[in-house]
């Protein structure tokens, strides 16, 4: 056994796959010991927060203030809010409005903002102009106030007695605040989702559910198989002919049509995640069974076998003591396939809207469906689908790795 | 011929009894949902509806409709005698549709779809892994990590891929649907070049799904023929290489088609997720509508139809297999 072990891990394949496999695991079990909030909080108001560091703005304006004198502050916040795009979107209005195109350098920041300042009138009419373009500009037109001001800018309050503003602060344009000096800053290193959810707590919570639903699920497969295998190799005549019966006819019969009727008529409200792994594993035997089966029926009539038939001991003994431990390695990669499977089987099922109750917890194939509904791929929130894929992508890639890498240890033909 | 009508007979016989089992278990599985289907369709049609006697007559007129009154063998009879005129009853969640007019021009857009991109995905992975075994060296190296990455990877996922990087970024190829959304099917050539470039995307994504797994499958197959004792001697007596290579991959072939017959099920899943992220309009779209909708006339039959689809591509495979492979018909002359 430990022999065994030790060669196991000397297969390189298998060692990398492991690696990934336990790298994902450590921080599914760790990361929700140090951030404990629930992975199913809603955090944001809208939907869709892109990554990022988000630093309260009423925290930092009481934050002690640092003054820096940096060259290119000016530059940075003029192209900030005044890009290319928005350049050029300028350019096309004043064209629209009849400047000569000559008279319009978009390089020149400031000639650009005075012939802007001087004609832009959100009524003035503008032939071809939808309703949407026009919004936008007057968005456009409105986060350009003062952008060429050197002002600071003032903060007040309101006076309850008086009613007016009181002055209590300005903020110059060289003022600074230190992050780490600020109370309330979040980083959301995968954004929000379409509830406004942490993506990253919420994926990590996902991936725990979803191994745990692959491990159920192949679980269940792999002893149904096992025992079916086993029968069906061991104990032949009828029995085999029934079991191969059934094997035969759910090879050709689509696993997934099983699944989606199956996972369709327990209903909406009972299906956990649990029921959802269970279905997925009563689903997926049928490889495993074929395989074993295989196997056994060329171990029956081995010598070893025949002699522990001789000596008076019982199915079970043989079964235990003279056939598992000669499958015992296949049923282990059986079982790692079966999980990686099962992980894709729960994925597909929710993203058809059949996968666990959306309340409770998450799963990879949830937080997928969601994002699809909510036409994240198409919207380019590529934070709400993307990490999840590459998780998907990482757990079965790293299955199969160490399945390769066990496959090429126990079956020398394989080797290379 | 003798040979060949056994074995034609054999697979047909298999072919009706999963038939006929696949059928059963359409037919049953909906059924066994715990509570009255018809009562939360009633619930859904009558909201707002005060009236009780006025709820009680649509509930009546339902379960008269959808005959869920009678026991279950005789609306299992009847269902067949419906399902054998084409008559799968009415959608529920596009009422007063059919689902055999909804599903009339599912089929084609997921046939048209699927079996080409599924054929030349088989061809293109049986080619490279052809190509890696016979090669090997760099070519193997970077194709089989590239293969195994790709067969282990989700369908959708595959899909999303090419969608984000194809349809949203690049803005090569529109991201959904089966034709521009502002057109009515006809024989126009604006028509057929919008269907043309709609096809794409979710082409190549079964298509590339499909390289990874039988790239892989070849590759180990081609490798075992290599070094068969066959190949040996006929070097030994001086045969040519082209010549060889010719023997060696027919039979590794051989298994392959097998191969393709077992895991046509697979693939065909696994490209209706493809047409659920493109918004293909095929049979998986569908599926997923009839899934949002609860409608379960609709999942029922279209699960039917890639049933009966998956059957009869496996039927024609294994028939083919038996054309092919002389071994067959020599087992079966016995």
């Not at chain 1, 350098?105 to 032939?127: C, F, R, V």
């Not at chain 2, 918004?279 to 006339?297: A, E, F, I, K, W």
Request: proline content about 4%.
């Amino acid at each position: 056994m430990k022999h065994t072990i030790r060669q196991v891990f000397h297969s390189g394949k298998f060692v990398f796959g492991f690696s990934i496999f336990v790298a994902v695991l450590l921080i599914v079990i760790v990361y929700p010991l140090i951030i404990t909030d629930p992975p199913l909080g809603i955090i944001s108001q809208g939907t869709f927060f892109e990554p990022g560091i988000y630093v309260n703005v009423y925290d930092s304006i009481g934050s002690e203030r640092y003054i820096l004198n940096l060259d290119d502050a000016t530059a940075n916040r003029i192209a900030g809010r005044l890009g290319d795009k928005e350049r050029l979107d300028m350019k096309e209005w004043l064209l629209a409005y009849g400047i000569p195109e000559s008279e319009i350098d978009i390089a020149d920041t400031e000639q650009l903002l005075g012939l802007w300042e001087n004609h832009y009138d959100p009524k003035s009419p503008i032939a071809g102009m939808t309703n949407a373009q026009r919004n936008y500009y007057i968005r456009l037109d409105a986060s350009l106030g003062g952008l060429l001001s050197t002002e600071g800018a003032i903060i007040a309050v309101n006076n309850p007695d008086t009613g007016t503003l009181e002055e209590k602060k300005v903020v110059g344009q060289s003022d600074y605040v230190n992050v780490g000096q600020v109370a309330n800053v979040r980083v959301l290193p995968l954004g929000t989702d379409n509830f406004g959810r942490d993506v990253l707590t919420e994926l990590v919570k996902a991936a725990g559910v979803s191994l745990q639903i692959g491990l159920v699920a192949g679980i269940i497969a792999t002893l149904i198989g096992l025992t079916l295998g086993l029968l069906a190799g061991y104990v032949g005549g009828l029995v085999d002919d029934v079991i191969m019966f059934l094997t035969n006819l759910f090879t050709v019969i689509p696993g997934f049509v099983l699944l989606i009727l199956i996972s369709y008529s327990i209903g909406q409200e009972r299906r956990g995640a649990a029921t959802v792994a269970a279905v997925i594993g009563f689903t997926s035997w049928i490889w495993t069974t074929r395989a074993v089966r295989a196997q056994v029926i060329s171990l029956r009539s081995r010598d070893h076998v025949n002699l522990s038939k001789l000596s008076g001991h019982s199915i079970a003994y043989i079964i235990f003591a003279d056939i598992l431990p000669y499958i015992a390695s296949y049923v282990v990669m059986a079982l790692i396939l079966q999980i990686s499977t099962a992980i894709i089987a729960e994925a597909s099922l929710s993203i058809l809207g059949l996968g666990p109750r959306t309340s409770e917890v998450p799963t990879l194939g949830l937080m997928l469906n969601w994002a699809f509904i909510y036409q994240a791929h198409i919207l380019g929130k590529w934070w709400a689908y993307l990490p999840v894929l590459v998780t998907i992508a990482l757990i079965t890639f790293s299955m199969n790795l160490m399945n390769t890498g066990l496959d090429q240890v126990f079956n020398p033909a394989l080797r290379e | 011929m003798k040979g060949y009508r056994r074995y034609f007979l054999n697979k047909l016989g298999w072919f009706l009894v999963t038939f006929v089992c696949g059928f059963i278990l359409n037919f049953t599985l909906p059924r066994l949902m715990p509570g009255d289907p018809v009562a939360a369709i009633v619930a859904r049609m009558a909201q707002g509806m005060s009236d009780a006697t006025g709820v009680q007559a649509i509930y009546e007129q339902y379960t008269e409709l959808f005959g869920t009154n009678r026991p279950m063998l005789e609306q299992f009879f009847i269902y067949v005698r419906n399902v054998l005129r084409g008559d799968f009853g009415f959608s529920f969640s596009m009422y007063p549709r059919t689902v055999a007019d909804v599903l009339k021009s599912a089929i084609g857009w997921t046939m048209a779809l699927q079996f080409p991109a599924i054929i030349v995905g088989w061809l293109i992975g049986n080619t490279l892994g052809a190509l890696a075994a016979y090669v090997k060296g760099g070519f193997d190296k970077v194709l089989m990590p590239i293969s195994i990455f790709v067969s282990n990877f989700p369908a959708f996922g595959m899909a999303v891929f090419l969608l984000v990087i194809f349809g949203v970024g690049l803005e090569w190829f529109p991201t959904s649907g089966g034709y521009g959304y502002d057109m009515i099917p006809n024989f126009s050539w604006g028509f057929i070049w919008s269907v043309i470039v709609h096809y794409q995307l979710p082409f190549w994504s079964i298509v590339v799904i499909a390289i990874g797994g039988q790239a892989i499958g070849m590759r180990s197959m081609a490798i075992y023929e290599l070094n068969a004792d066959y190949v040996k001697y006929a070097r030994f007596m001086g045969i040519k290489d082209r010549k060889i290579i010719g023997y060696v991959f027919r039979n590794a072939m051989l298994p392959q088609i097998t191969g393709l017959a077992l895991a046509i099920g697979t693939m065909v899943g696994g490209a209706l997720f493809v047409e659920i992220v493109f918004s293909y309009p095929g049979l998986g779209y569908t599926l997923l509508n009839g899934v949002m909708g609860q409608d379960y006339p609709l999942i029922s039959a279209s699960t039917l139809i890639i049933t009966v689809m998956v059957l009869s591509a496996n039927f024609i495979i294994e028939i083919l297999y038996g054309v092919i492979d002389p071994r067959i018909k020599a087992a079966q002359a016995d």
